[in-house]
């Protein structure tokens, strides 16, 4: 048998395995019971998203007063040369700092939380607002090229739903708007937790309802005709209700001028997204229900008999996340396909900690796709296999399927008997 080469950048198990077999994997873990994809930064970038990484060098380039700033208050630590800081735990620890300001009445300090934490906010705010031409002009022809890579992603990710299984489910550490445009444009229903038509709160037992075809018969009329969307860390457009408690969601036409505003003048603008840092001190008062119930979800879904998880543009920077993920493969039916394209070499260690530690479990159960451009999203996308593709071989499958049962059934006979 021939090595994989090394710009495959495939493992299964902990063992190089060919590219061309990653297809063939990715066909039957689509067909399990439960599937889901979770997203991280670098899935954004497609559709004019930033990373991590990139954010930072933003604020790094254009706003070095915030930075000296954070330095000096000790809102960063000590960080190897290139390395990027966490900006969302930051952007937490800030929030804090700020409660304790005005609590204690300090005006100046006050003051400068709330114009750096305004300054970092602003930049975020602008990686994840995406082309400007998907708020204006989202039926454009340039525009569904941009989100071309999401549309075929969900797609794919619809038809590989057979009658009677669950609705697929995206789970994301991304606030921009990405998924619900391209579900849009494709006619999905999207499940994010929200209900209402001019009133959109947050209910979290609408993840636990679905649509079905009454025009439709037996299981048929169950099928999949929605997607379950998770998103793990808040969103531009959630925001939280003048009463304080409530968590709303804004459609995208009734932001666009808060959010160019805040962009344009974070220092004077009262735009305030739901962008979720747990570890911040409006987290109890305000959205600890709703993250909780985010992460219930996740959480949920990991421990479900015969589950795919398919992670992309995710840098593994969270350790409260990765600690689900691990804890998900307790689960003996869980498959993990991981890409990510910091990792270049089947034969060097994977530079994320957390990963190689996966890959050394040496679980079948766990494939991971490296090598740069080939794990980035519109890759991972172009991988699932078209439910086209993948239908022509359900007639033969059946049939054999059905053979095989028809020779169980037969009587034995005896041995005297046997022809």
């Not at 059934?409 to 005896?414: H, Q, V």
């Amino acid at each position: 048998m021939t090595e994989p080469s090394k710009v495959d950048v495939v493992v299964r198990g902990g063992q190089p395995m060919k590219v061309e077999e990653l297809p063939g994997h990715l066909a039957l873990a689509l067909r399990l019971e439960n599937v889901g994809v979770f997203l991280g930064a670098g899935a954004s970038v497609p559709a004019g998203g930033k990373t991590m990484k990139a954010i930072w060098s933003e604020l790094l380039a254009g706003s070095p007063a915030t930075v000296k700033w954070l330095r000096d208050g000790n809102f960063l630590e000590e960080m190897e040369e290139g390395a990027t800081p966490n900006i969302e735990a930051i952007l937490g620890d800030v929030d804090i700092a700020l409660h304790d300001a005005k609590r204690r009445g300090d005006a100046k300090q006050v003051a400068d939380l709330e114009t750096h934490g305004n300054t970092i906010r602003a930049v975020v705010v602008s990686a994840v607002k995406l082309h400007s031409i998907l708020w204006d002009e989202r039926k454009s022809e340039d525009a569904r090229r941009i989100l071309e890579p999401y549309h075929r992603l969900l797609a794919r990710l619809q038809g590989s739903r057979q009658p009677g299984q669950s609705a697929p489910w995206v789970f994301t550490t991304n606030y921009d708007l990405s998924i619900e445009w391209a579900a849009e444009a494709l006619g999905i229903h999207v499940v994010n937790g929200f209900s209402g038509l001019h009133d959109r709160r947050f209910q979290p037992n609408a993840f636990d309802l679905s649509l079905q075809n009454t025009q439709a018969t037996g299981e048929a009329r169950f099928g999949s005709y929605n997607l379950n969307l998770v998103k793990l860390h808040g969103s531009l457009s959630w925001m939280s209700a003048e009463n304080g408690l409530d968590v709303i969601e804004r459609s995208c036409d009734s932001i666009r001028e808060d959010v160019d505003g805040f962009i344009a003048s974070p220092k004077s603008s009262s735009f305030d997204p739901l962008l979720i840092q747990p570890t911040a001190a409006k987290y109890v008062d305000t959205v600890g229900f709703v993250y909780g119930e985010m992460i219930r979800r996740l959480t949920e879904f990991l421990s479900r008999s015969n589950t795919t998880l398919i992670v992309c543009g995710y840098s593994f920077g969270d350790n409260h996340l990765n600690r689900l993920i691990a804890s998900g493969l307790l689960n003996p039916t869980l498959q993990l396909i991981i890409y990510t394209p910091e990792w270049g070499d089947v034969e060097t260690p994977i530079p994320n900690t957390f990963l190689e530690g996966l890959r050394l479990l040496g679980s079948p159960r766990i494939i991971i796709r490296g090598g740069g451009e080939a794990a980035y999203l519109d890759r991972m996308s172009n991988d699932l296999p078209d439910p086209a593709m993948v239908d022509e071989l359900s007639p033969d499958a059946k049939r054999m399927l059905s053979n095989l049962a028809k020779s169980l059934s037969k009587p034995e006979l005896p041995e005297e008997e046997t022809p």
